[in-house]
């Protein structure tokens, strides 16, 4: 479902779909996401034969240069084994949802009762298939790897005059892995600027967590990360995926900069009030004064604590006069001033 989706926190998904064989397999991975604090697992929906003509190669890092329809049917999961997976992460409590590549996966996305729809880079501006998307009534996360801005603005345009209510985007590069270079996280900041109605983050397919964190800490308000038990198990996404440790320490960072991002008012915070007491500065005698004594020019200077006269008042005393009896190192107040 899409029910762990706030404006308050950024999303978290963790991207199992291509990692897994087996419902044990994905039951693995479900089990270590939500230990990671995730908030939703993300599977691939597809058929080599809708997908991928025979043609397609891909040529690319993380699988070298490969027939695409070969591994896409080595990959593909049925439907039996979407509802197995969908029930399961239901069970322990976490979003769920996948990534349509056709009409036909859409449709079976429905039937299982899917809250949400990502949409890949590949897809992207494929305008017939957003519209279809668009008119499930859902929430749809669409990436935005390999396009230009006015692209993206097309494709927003299409699907919400398809009737899309709730929009996300993500800036994504689609190299696999992504390498610091070719990151470029101000474009992140541009869609958000474009679609300031809309909430952007950052699908990553960079080799660690940092320019995840790195993008929540620019305003990302979701973040996608492939996720694996094993960056060494076989499979051409394990090497770019998060491995529990990895994970983990993302969601714990992200939370932890939730907590230290605060309000954006500038006010002294609840805990600096002893500090400020103790460790600002205000006016104190230099040398006892009796009562009724002016106070000259060396009479007085700035020193901590700070509960006295502010030091912006110093060049206002001279030539006060002191109230009563004052020993030296007396700290100043306009209580002590005739």
């Not at 790897?145 to 919400?160: I, Y």
């Not at 390498?179 to 474009?187: C, Q, R, S």
């Not at 915070?269 to 400020?276: D, G, L, P, Y």
């Not at 007491?277 to 200077?301: C, F, H, M, T």
Request: with cysteine.
């Amino acid at each position: 479902m899409f029910k762990r989706y706030s404006h308050g926190r950024c999303y978290v998904i963790a991207e199992v779909g291509g990692n897994f064989a087996t419902l044990e397999q994905a039951v693995r991975l479900i089990d270590e996401a939500v230990a990671c604090g995730v908030d939703a697992v993300k599977l691939q929906t597809y058929r080599a034969d809708t997908l991928s003509s025979r043609q397609a190669i891909f040529d690319m890092e993380n699988t070298g240069v490969a027939s695409q329809f070969e591994l896409f049917r080595k990959y593909e999961i049925d439907a039996d084994m979407h509802r197995a997976v969908f029930q399961y992460a239901e069970s322990r409590g976490v979003d769920w949802f996948s990534t349509p590549s056709h009409g036909g996966d859409v449709d079976l996305l429905e039937a299982c009762g899917v809250g949400a729809h990502k949409i890949g880079s590949d897809d992207a501006v494929n305008l017939p298939f957003l519209r279809y998307v668009a008119k499930t009534g859902k929430p749809v996360i669409l990436s935005t790897g390999m396009c230009s801005l006015d692209e993206v603005k097309e494709s927003v345009a299409a699907m919400r005059e398809a009737g899309c209510r709730q929009l996300m985007l993500l800036h994504a590069i689609t190299s696999y892995p992504t390498h610091p270079e070719n990151v470029n996280l101000a474009a992140m900041q541009t869609l958000m600027s474009t679609f300031p109605d809309l909430d952007v983050g950052y699908s990553d397919h960079t080799l660690t967590p940092v320019a995840s964190l790195c993008a929540v800490a620019m305003g990302a308000r979701i973040i996608e990360r492939h996720f694996t038990w094993d960056k060494k198990a076989e499979g051409p996404d394990h090497m770019l995926s998060a491995d529990p440790a990895e994970m983990k320490w993302l969601v714990d960072a992200i939370r932890s900069f939730e907590v230290m991002r605060g309000t954006g008012v500038k006010e002294p915070a609840a805990s600096e009030s002893k500090t400020r007491r103790n460790n600002r500065k205000s006016v104190v005698l230099q040398r006892a004064l009796a009562a009724g004594e002016i106070i000259g020019p060396d009479d007085i200077a700035i020193k901590r604590p700070g509960y006295g006269i502010a030091p912006k008042f110093f060049e206002q005393l001279p030539g006060r006069r002191v109230a009563h009896d004052m020993t030296q190192d007396s700290v100043l107040t306009w209580e002590d001033l005739e």
